[in-house]
């Protein structure tokens, strides 16, 4: 029998109709490091004092894992049970906050710096109890964080790639030219995207990228003899 990939049921949070008024835009500026440091290190600890598990993904977990690189915005991973108790988090440090889309963004803005509370990302995939458990404690400009790990990170890089966004093949290829990756972990992460895992880390050995040959033949396995999509 072909073993299929199980992709989690489409999960949403309960929409209140909590928006802000059109004349707020919910959209970073370009502020300085100094304040994006600062603000970044207040969305965490809100999260941290309500003790909400979240890693870091986006430029922040990019610039941590693989190249550095700066970002004007904060991508925050978190369950989607948590994620209404992260937005009041985040309020009650000060942020003015959004409910973006009850499927998968929420957002909240302090002088100008964007916190995106995203839980769920393309390909179906959700911060679960395997990925929480994995969560890299890391640091970034003086602040202490969590990120996601370097395998998850790699995998939503590989699937949201796209032509108006080269960046996350770069970063992927950063991330696996500078992480030792847990390559059997990586493949049960691939299965929600395995052709753009395979096409990725194909790419990244025809640039000279260290990537062992084991994990592209088993990828090309699981796709055109198993037949995950």
Known sequence: MKEQAVRAPLQTVEFDG?????ARSFEGETVSEETFVRVLGEAIGALERAEIPYGMLGGVASAVLGRPRWTHDADVFVRPVDAPA????LERAGFETQRTNPHWLFKGIKDGVLVDVLFRARGDIYLDDEMIERLVESDFQGVPLKTIPAEDLL???AIIHDEETPRHWSDAIAILASRDLDWEYLLRRARCGPRRVF????YAQSSDVAVPD????RLFHMIFENGES
Do not use: D, G, T
């Open 199 to 202: 096409s990725l880390l194909l």
């Open 86 to 89: 992260a937005l009041e988090a």
């Open 18 to 22: 909590n928006v802000p008024s059109p």
């Open 155 to 157: 995998v939503i890089k």
């Open 214 to 217: 084991e994990p592209i033949k």
